[in-house]
């Protein structure tokens, strides 16, 4: 009888412990990387986004979308005057495209200089613009489209409140 309750003993811990491997496993695999974010358009114009080169997103002016950043990628942006059709007849009047980063806990748009990354973090020496995008801010990963003024659109008809 002894040697039966040892053996229970043995198997309940070799239960725990099998346990606790697959419970660390699990939890490993859930610490990959997932941040949802948001693309701004506080301009006038259409923008469109695509992330890692999948189909593009059309947002509209003073509209937001959110994006999950779930691996290291690439964001390309393109401003247009109008709403691009299917043919894609319209000319952008800005793009960009920038690099992101998406690692454990953290999503981030890297640009900027590579001096000093230690001491002053990624971007800290403007080398790189991003006007009129504004990336990193208000969080860590958003992209904002900021108002700019362009001569390659028409101005956009007044708008009358009287009759």
Same mark, same amino acid.
């Given at each position: ?7 229970? $003993? ?11 491997v697959l %419970? ?5 695999? /859930? ?6 974010r948001q ?5 006038? +114009? ?13 947002? /509209?002016? =003073?509209?937001?979308? $959110? ?6 990628g690439q964001?390309? !942006?393109?401003? +247009?005057?109008?709403?691009? %059709?299917?043919?894609?007849? /319209?000319?952008?009047?800005? $793009?960009?495209? !920038?690099? +992101? ?6 999503? !981030?748009?890297?640009? %900027?200089? $590579?001096?000093?990354?230690?001491? /002053? =973090? ?6 790189? =613009?991003?006007?009129? !995008? ?11 489209? =900021? ?17």
């Amino acid at each position: 009888m002894v040697k039966r309750g040892w053996t229970a $003993q043995t198997s309940r811990g070799a239960a725990a412990l099998a346990l606790a491997v697959l %419970g660390t496993a699990s939890t490993a695999s /859930l610490a990959s990387a997932e941040c949802l974010r948001q693309i701004v358009n506080r301009s006038a +114009y259409v923008l469109t986004a695509r992330r890692d080169g999948g189909p593009p997103v059309t947002i /509209l002016p =003073g509209r937001a979308v $959110q994006i999950r950043l779930s691996h290291p990628g690439q964001l390309d !942006f393109a401003a +247009y005057c109008a709403v691009p %059709g299917p043919d894609g007849a /319209l000319r952008p009047i800005t $793009q960009a495209s !920038f690099d +992101y980063e998406a690692v454990i806990d953290r999503c !981030f748009i890297r640009f %900027g200089g $590579q001096a000093f990354i230690p001491q /002053l =973090g990624r971007g800290f020496i403007g080398l790189q =613009g991003t006007a009129p !995008f504004t990336v990193n801010n208000p969080r860590q990963g958003d992209v904002v489209l =900021g108002p700019f003024a362009t001569e390659a659109c028409p101005a956009p008809a007044i708008l009358s409140r009287g009759g």
